[in-house]
């Protein structure tokens, strides 16, 4: 008879049926299939770990998101940004939808272009824009939004050189009631900082103030606060054109808006606490409608949504590699999916599915990923029923951020898969190889050969 492994007994809460004050005990339901694939096949196919991507989902969020703002305000454009998920695939969805690109490097410049992009239709935000990039950016008249004096001097070296106007928002930072108040980027609202840039390169006559910007940080979970900043946006557009008869084409609210996953430490599910479409838009719309800006000058209102775009298009598939029973007693479950894959994991309680049907049974449990890392936690604590070695398991909601923080550290990066409207599974990035790996290093010659 084979021997059992021993197995310490745990003593453990029963709370089935009891429901504390926010109701019962989530269930942990299965997710045996995405968009009618089985994720074990999907897993069989692709190999494991696997990120994947639903087209549906990205176009009809998208559809969501644009029909909000549309139905209140005459003008809306989004602009997808890039540093949220850059595959091109996954940008190249948002731009059929029409989204214009919102980049914040020369790199995600490039590749906006690259997919294809008119230079138009590109806004360029961040703190560390080249003076190549300037030029560039000037040459082919894309939107830049200025994030300090001293980019705003450099702009009109620009100028000066080029013999060019570059097309020009400012971006602001400003107190709209929420904590942490983001003010490393772009000019101050509440000091006069801002208005003093608006005098600057009004007063400079070397650039074209297209716009006003800002985005006032990210999983932003009040949608009062985006009134604060549309209102505050739409004084300084009154009084530039007060003072210089100059209209303001555009106000970029940026993004922020907060995504249905669940932030670490929060009592209530992100289901439940983040705000809709709705709620962002009427906050905005509202503001911009009540402002003194005139009727016949009401500027486009631009979106650059990020996280809410996309993060319930993404699913990280992923395998059980070992049960373990730690030191303390704890159960551990040992799985393919790391941090290195799972960046987010540091700001969420990212919900973890069995791919099977499993008991009922559950017991509180930490899910480690495979980095030889002690920081390598998915889930510190979770209850969660007992899956074997060999298992799959599916983690909801990763589409934002993880395709692009992944940090290549100690295993591959593996397949992104998309699946489109039709059910059709594309790979849209290879898993890496060692080939990839070593592509960009450079060996001296004095360290090619070594005797051991
Ligand atoms: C990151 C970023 C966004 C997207 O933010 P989300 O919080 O993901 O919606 C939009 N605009 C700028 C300037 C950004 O830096």
Known sequence: MEKKTFEPPVIKKLNAGMPSKFGMTPRIEAIPEIEGHKVKDLLKDHGSPLYVLSENTLRSTYRQAYQAFSTR??????????KTNYLAAV???FH??????????????????KNGVLPQYIIFNGPSKSYEDLKTATE?????????????????????????KPLVA???????????????????????????????IMLSEKMELAGLHTHIGTYIMTAQAYRVAASKLADLAVSTERKYGH??????????????????????PGTDTAPSFDDYADAITGALINSAIKPEH????????????????GYLLGTVIANKRLASGRRALITNVGVNLLFTSFWYEHQIHPAEKVSQHTEDTTIYGPLCMNIDVLRAAVDFPLLKKGDH?????????NMTQWLQFIEYRPNVVMIDTQGTPHIIRRREDLDYMTRQEELPDHLKNFEL
């Open 73 to 82: 305000y005459p003008k809306v454009q989004f602009a997808w940004s890039y």
């Open 91 to 93: 940008c190249n969805v």
């Open 96 to 113: 059929q939808e029409g989204a214009w690109a919102e980049v914040v490097s020369g790199f995600e410049y490039h590749k906006a272009l």
């Open 140 to 164: 082919k008249g894309s939107l830049i939004h200025i994030d300090h004096f001293d980019e705003l001097y450099m702009l009109m070296e620009v100028a000066e050189e080029t013999g060019k």
């Open 170 to 200: 400012i971006r602001v930072n400003m107190d709209t009631g929420i904590y942490p108040r983001w003010d490393r980027f772009g000019f101050n609202y509440d000091n006069g900082e801002a208005w003093e840039a608006i005098n600057r």
């Open 247 to 268: 209209v303001i084409r555009y106000i970029d609210l940026g993004g922020g808006f907060a995504s249905k996953n669940t932030l670490k430490g929060a009592y209530v």
């Open 298 to 313: 009401l500027p486009l209102l631009i979106l650059e949504t990020g996280r809410a775009m996309i993060d319930d298009a």
């Open 393 to 401: 398991f599916v983690i909801k909601r990763i589409g934002a951020y």
